[in-house]
């Protein structure tokens, strides 16, 4: 987070949502954790790993390895969003920053897939934070989609799936969906070494999604133990940074 974001003119930047574009998800007790992190409830991750419910449906998916971004429709515009919830152009790093003009060159495809008051929210992997991608993978993309938002509400699996990729975006690759659960043992498998995005080193988990009842009941993640969080951004690495996708 940067709450400090200022705009081109210096001004203190806004939040076109009036808050955060994303949230955090609870870890699995198996993940490894860091500050400001938290576990799921033990009955949560009983229901994806062991036990579900009579009617749940859990989705696991590929977790990536970038910054978190969004494109919202507030009001007809089209506003690329950092995770915290300013606008792109208003970021304090430079790869934030790069979201913005991607997201212009693709003002067409984003208005034809959201509504007033959506967004869809994704990984953003141009510059290497922790992993390491590459981009002539056939999977690759450097915005890979998980979520989209209806105010506050996720949308259903099915209708985000169809809609995306009318749209013609890629979204994170799924390595399960049915009633049954999904150990960790089994996504990490599914997944190793490098998973379905491009990635050059060990992918770093995956993240679970629990829908019943016409809804969204909650996420959970897994982060495997030896993963570094960004490495290769040049805040923490002192050295140049790398990137996945140069900048258009």
Known sequence: PHPGARTMSGEKATKPLGGKAYGSIGHLPQSRTGPGDWHVHEGQARICLEAPRRGDRIIVTEK???ACMSVANVDGEIVPLTRAGYRAQDGAYEHLRAFAPYVERRRAQFSALLAPGERVCGEWLAMA???LYS???PAASPFVVFDIFRGKTRVLRDEFMRRTSDAGLVSAHC???SPEPFSVESAMEAIFPYGFHGATEFVEGA???VEREGRVDFLAKYVRHDKVDGKYLPNISAKAAIWNWRAE
């Open 64 to 66: 990536l390895d970038g």
């Open 129 to 131: 934070h922790g992993t």
């Open 135 to 137: 981009a002539v993978h």
């Open 175 to 177: 390595l399960h969906d």
């Open 207 to 209: 993240v679970w999604r």
